[in-house]
């Protein structure tokens, strides 16, 4: 089975930018789906975005999230690796973020995720 590790997390200032891997060194069948959430303490994970393995199709927050048109999601099949690629970065991005595999259900939901990674901490702070 699948088996996720985030990495590309750190300190970096307001305005910034981040790159962050998920790296899969399990059975991922093509098929799959792989999200992208965040977490702040005190608070439930919260949906950033999605993308199929394999055809890159993607779906990301309602417009209403403020990471619209800031996070975008790639992946690169030769690495087994899925990337956020996170601009204009703002305080309140500041979280620990999650990838997952898809399961069945709402993508916005945490719930419809297994083989959750460890997580990575981005902190976004002058």
């Known amino acids: 089975q699948a088996q996720l590790l985030e990495s590309g997390g750190g300190l970096v200032q307001p305005g910034g930018s981040l790159r962050l891997s998920c790296k899969n060194s399990?059975?991922?069948?093509?098929?799959?789906?792989l999200g992208w959430f965040r977490q702040t303490p005190g608070k439930e994970r919260e949906f950033v975005g999605v993308?199929?393995?394999?055809?890159?199709?993607?779906?990301?927050?309602d417009v209403s999230n403020s990471v619209r048109g800031r996070f975008s999601i790639s992946r690169d099949g030769a690495k087994n690796t899925m990337y956020l690629q996170m601009n204009s970065l703002k305080p309140e991005d500041t979280a620990v973020y999650f990838c997952a595999v898809y399961s069945r259900g709402p993508y916005s939901s945490n719930s419809s995720y297994t083989n959750w990674g460890q997580g990575t901490q981005v902190t976004v702070s002058s």
């Open positions: 399990g059975r991922l069948v093509p098929t799959s789906s």
């Open positions: 993308s199929h393995w394999q055809t890159g199709v993607l779906y990301y927050a």
